[in-house]
Nanobody, 116 residues
Framework: QVQLVESGGGLVQPGGSLRLSCAAS????????MDWYRQAPGKQRELVAA???????SYADSVKGRFTISRDNAKNTVFLQMNSLKPEDTAVYYC??????????WGQGTQVTVSS
């Protein structure tokens, strides 16, 4: 079955950086668009960044210029490099893949806390 495993979260000071990783198994990774979402306490889950099978990326306005999504198809892994982190970036970050219109898969999430 499909499995997405995130890692790399933690506590960082404002202005700092973190790199999240999501290792995928059970899918032909290279053919799918991969996404990162986040959910802050009391807020809805929101799309942060996406990368297509061809490597095209898109970002939420709130993270443009600070976050970079990338993928390594040889390692079935998608990354999210987060720079210039702000307290409002604090959230649980989830890796996601839409396998079909009706079937998608989520990772377990990794906590990112930005605080001094």
């Amino acid at each position: 079955q499909v499995q997405l495993v995130e890692s790399g979260g933690g506590l960082v000071q404002p202005g700092g950086s973190l790199r999240l990783s999501c290792a995928a198994s059970g899918i032909i990774f290279r053919i799918y668009t991969m996404d990162w979402y986040r959910q802050a306490p009391g807020k809805q889950r929101e799309l942060v960044a996406a990368i297509t099978s061809g490597g095209s990326s898109s970002y939420a306005d709130s993270v443009k210029g600070r976050f970079t999504i990338s993928r390594d198809n040889a390692k079935n892994t998608v990354f999210l490099q987060m720079n210039s982190l702000k307290p409002e970036d604090t959230a649980v970050y989830y890796c996601h893949v839409a396998l079909t219109i009706a079937h998608d898969s989520w990772g377990q999430g990794t906590q990112v806390t930005v605080s001094s």
